[in-house]
């Protein structure tokens, strides 16, 4: 029996990159995390520790800030693609990298009346943060996934469970009105193109078209369980944007129990609900289209 | 020397209500946290374990679901009066009563055209949380402080530092153009004044004006220090506010340190910077009108 | 083009338990955190919301209350065996389960002298965490990775770094003395073998007997990159510990930067470091044997 | 009305130092995080902006890494003083100084066989958080609280609770054997006395001895309300630490709820329970000698 070194990467998490652009007194910002990790001939330094294949991870960190002012920030997916791209190719024993990008959102403050054409203040938006996942193969090309995570959503009715399975351990009372509630995360693949990849629109185009679909399926669909839920908010999004050929999402169903308040010679209606933390159900699934392309490396 | 109790309180934390009002088709939800704390002759249970004083924080829990279903919950403030009072008013031992209450902000998802007069589904607002704190004493009545935490800011320009002591240990450069970020959380006294609290626009409306003077102040302030921010914030609530005594704001420095990229032949241009964890700045003041009334216990 | 339900599994997560054992005055707690995932033919839940082949999560809960009345809780990686098989075996439409637990330890606090035969008081241990991941498929039996996160090492010397590749982003020093912390994530896979899982010392013993090997090798060896270290660590598991035939860990590399102290006229001599949060290195690798077995789904 | 600058101070947070000391091959390590906050004339800089009295939060920072250096790091408290000191009698607009810090714990990892005299590696020690607050004021001197965060405790019986108010919202039911757990922080004020802080046994000393009264008194009490604990608790303080004259303590009660296995057909035995996040209890007190003089700022 020999041990042997089995898949591996390497690089640096979380850099946070701020990038205001001005143009006259309007100032834009991106604010987004980059995660990159590279593989490669890797033997020698789990071996013997020689870094002669190693680009520093401190290295990776540098590119990440001299990209965003060479290149600038427009949509994550073409940075990430910028950046994994760079790697592969200029550093000649990285055969694969891999880069993952958060952008936190921002609106602006609405100027005053004496702001004249000053626009330079921002106000953080919502909880949602948009994501990547890119990876560029020195062999294989690249592939993008997109996605957000933290969109936290919540029907108030058109929610019924029932129906299910009863074993010596069911207690749960089937119910036919009740608040549906989850935190959304979605990821969605790309269908490969190389340099085409979330055209016609763009990847901010496709992000914002996504983003509706799941929003306007979630709302839209009387549901009879949080998969259903799921599996319609997947298909709106295969659905409605074709560049996209599958969808995996996690969706812990946040329980809202009604409040017994016969206790206290009250009756509910309905109205008050008490939020629990834990534990939670929670719902993993994908959906992909029949023609969908091998996933590859794209879900690593 | 003999050994004694002093002050002291125990409650509920964390009580998460939500509840929902049907309208139709139209919902609305509200949804906060609600933390009780009671006060009055506790020595025996200190000194004994005699819980003869004590109203359990399981049945405080209680109440604040059975008010939310036989008073409704408006604003967070009338909520906790309520709450307050009943615990001194109805609980003979009980002679002070603190209630704090966050409030998380939910945003309709727009209907689709199929939707009819279906409006139930919301989507979780910004990061932002309203709060309050509201204390009623048997002999001395109420005070009320509003606030809101976790709002999130952000100056790209109109930002200076310069100017300050220097010794040994300084090495900091003075700027001329910096970010200036931070994450606000300001309290703000109400005048005292009975049932008139909040009066005339209630305190949601005074909740949106002190929000608004905060938010304006930030971005039309030009800056030459964190402090001054502070105090134009503040002093802008005061002087749009007259309901409104005292404020106090606690304003974490949010350092975006510009990248040298010198160190790659490029020049930096104020556009790329490294948003910083740990450590941070941090800004704390009070600003108040010279009329404000002694905040008694209002603070604690 | 057709929509098409890809992998799905459902489940109850973050089920927390707390098992006490009463030995006369003696007690022993078991304090973990179990979350399982169930999945078969789930075709109709997605596609209409028919609930009929869905063993609700509620149940799933209650289900691991019961059984730690029923069977106790003795190693994580038993209770979680019980559990996936049960789920499985006793549910038709259910093929497939996947048990996660979490355990968080306490030591005892000692007794003082007139404690007599009383011992049930605790005191939560270190930040450690152990953990378990188990899969049961009905065609294809047991898989079984037991493991451990939150572990949080340091070398405060016998770590270099250099020799890495340079490019025009480079700026890093190289360094023959640095501070080396990461905090460890490792899982392992315990060779295939139904009822002899384990063997012959059990989980309890296998999971110290990692651990150390774990704990030994970052302490033993002299470091020339982190991915060296974690290599040594994984090859130590697999050289002491012949149940297990693979190692996967995840080591971020907290850095502590020496500060730059020259800039007061003193030397630092390795002295006084800053422990940056973010960004920060993520090393990830496995290693294995060479006669592993296929891993299977037991990694999912 | 004019709108008046109230109490304010500004400094910077959180700054992570480790220091490394070398004993040969044996080293020793600090690993904590200093906060420090400073006060006096601060008038202009935020009415102006003017920054005249201002010694930046840079500089405190870079004063923290010096002193470590230069002074080395002991008691925490000693380090807090020297630090408190420094910034009031070097800056003359400083007229106040508060410092603030914790310190994480450390265990080492025991060396191999073939170890030699090489003693450098270490791995994080419990949850638990050791803290001080030092004031340092031009005209009152000084004043330091030491104490304690994230200690988690628990007894499994020789707790009860009953005995106590009912109104028309109680649905408790009294318990005579029930688990107590709570997660402690505690914080206790040092008589006053110059250079003689601490002494005989300095603050290392005192915080062990504090440490083990606190973990002795919550395992030998019996219990019949987590506030009988709480005053034990801080009593036992006082009683054996006479250089400490006051201790605060909040108290959170960790409930753990007893699972319903009736509806099951099994009893529960006091075996089972459910570990509730929230809401839950909070009990916070204060225990003082009757001789403790008063605290000034000591709190703040």
Redesign the interface.
């Known amino acids: 029996?020999?041990?042997?070194?089995?898949?591996?990467?390497?690089?640096?998490?979380?850099?946070?990159?701020?990038?205001?652009?001005?143009d006259g007194g309007t100032?834009h910002?991106k604010?987004i995390n980059v995660?990159s990790?590279l593989s490669g001939d890797?033997d020698a330094?789990?071996?013997?520790?020689?870094?002669?294949?190693?680009?520093?991870?401190?290295?990776q960190?540098?590119?990440a800030?001299?990209f965003?002012?060479?290149y600038g920030v427009e949509e994550i997916e073409d940075f990430a693609l910028l950046l994994a791209r760079h790697f592969v190719e200029?550093?000649k024993?990285i055969s694969h990298a891999r880069v993952e990008i958060e952008e936190y959102s921002?609106d602006r403050?609405p100027?005053?009346p004496?702001?004249g054409d000053?626009r330079?203040?921002?106000?953080?938006?919502?909880?949602e943060v948009r994501t990547c996942v890119v990876h560029y193969d020195q062999d294989q090309g690249a592939t993008v996934v997109s996605g957000l995570k933290n969109?936290?959503?919540?029907?108030?009715?058109?929610s019924e469970?029932?129906?299910?399975?009863?074993?010596?351990?069911?207690?749960?009372e089937p119910t036919t009105d009740r608040?549906l509630a989850t935190e959304v995360t979605a990821r969605w693949r790309h269908r490969a193109g190389g340099s085409e990849f979330g055209r016609p629109h763009g990847f901010g185009g496709s992000y914002e078209g996504a983003r509706r679909a799941l929003?306007?399926a979630?709302?839209?669909t009387y549901?009879?369980?949080?998969?259903?839920t799921?599996?319609e908010m997947g298909?709106r999004v295969?659905?409605t944007r074709p560049e996209i050929c599958?969808v995996?999402m996690a969706m812990?169903?946040k329980h809202?129990f009604l409040?017994d308040?016969e206790?206290?010679?009250?009756d509910?209606?309905?109205?008050?609900?008490?939020?629990?933390?834990?534990?939670?159900?929670?719902?993993?699934?994908?959906?992909?289209?029949?023609?969908a392309p091998d996933a590859g490396f794209a879900w690593n």
């Open positions: 029996m020999a041990i042997v070194l089995g898949p591996n990467r390497y690089g640096k998490a979380e850099t946070r990159v701020v990038r205001v652009v001005r100032h910002i604010d995660s990790s890797m330094v789990h071996l013997t520790g020689d870094n002669g294949n190693i680009l520093p991870t401190d290295t960190k540098n590119t800030y001299a965003a002012r060479k200029e550093t024993p921002w403050i100027a005053g004496d702001a000053r330079h203040s921002f106000v953080r938006g919502g909880t969109l936290v959503v919540l029907n108030s009715t058109a469970f029932h129906g299910y399975i009863e074993d010596e351990y069911t207690t749960l608040i929003l306007e979630f709302a839209e549901s009879l369980s949080l998969q259903q799921l599996y298909g295969l659905g599958e995996r812990p169903n809202h409040v308040l206790r206290f010679g009250m509910n209606n309905n109205e008050v609900f008490f939020a629990a933390d834990r534990p939670y159900g929670l719902i993993e699934g994908s959906v992909l289209t029949d023609d």
